[in-house]
């Protein structure tokens, strides 16, 4: 069976990427020839959303104020760890995960597949060129509104 890593930073369990994620583990059949396992890089406020998930969460250990320092050294460390377990795919919701993800593989010579799933409005929050260069497909859920 071939792994699908789902990377996210901090998850506040509450909101439309923890549905999205939440509906993929309900969905997911004994006879699917992938298994799935969600890495939530910095922790979650709930885990009540998770409960029919196979995860992993890497929590901050630090006062809130010092989150992004803590972070700076955290985050390298939980994605080579990841990393080094080559699944088939990862899918990050973080443009600064998979475009880690993405040169770790290049520099390590692994061979997973690096999917970027970006869960913003690309208008209203871009993000860089390089970022953008740095993966292997986009992972792009397209929903449309009509309004009568």
């Not at 990377?7 to 509906?23: A, D, M, V």
């Not at 998930?53 to 994605?79: M, V």
């Not at 597949?113 to 390089?130: A, M, N, R």
Request: aromatic residues 18%.
């Amino acid at each position: 069976m071939s792994e699908v890593f789902i990377i996210t930073p901090f998850l506040s369990g509450k909101g439309g990427t923890e549905t999205i994620i939440k509906n993929i583990f309900k969905s997911i059949r004994p006879e699917n020839k992938y298994s799935f396992k969600l890495f939530v890089l910095g922790g979650t406020e709930t885990k009540d959303w998770l409960q029919e998930s196979d995860f992993c969460i890497k929590n901050l250990l630090l006062p809130k104020k010092f989150k992004k320092i803590e972070y700076l050294f955290r985050l390298p460390y939980w994605i080579f760890q990841i990393a080094i377990k080559n699944p088939k795919i990862i899918i990050s919701t973080s443009p600064i995960i998979w475009s880690m993800f993405y040169w770790l593989k290049k520099i390590l010579n692994l061979g997973y597949k690096v999917v970027g799933w970006y869960h913003f409005s690309i208008s209203e929050k871009p993000f860089s060129k390089f970022e953008a260069n740095s993966q292997d497909a986009f992972f792009l859920l397209v929903l449309e509104l009509q309004l009568k």
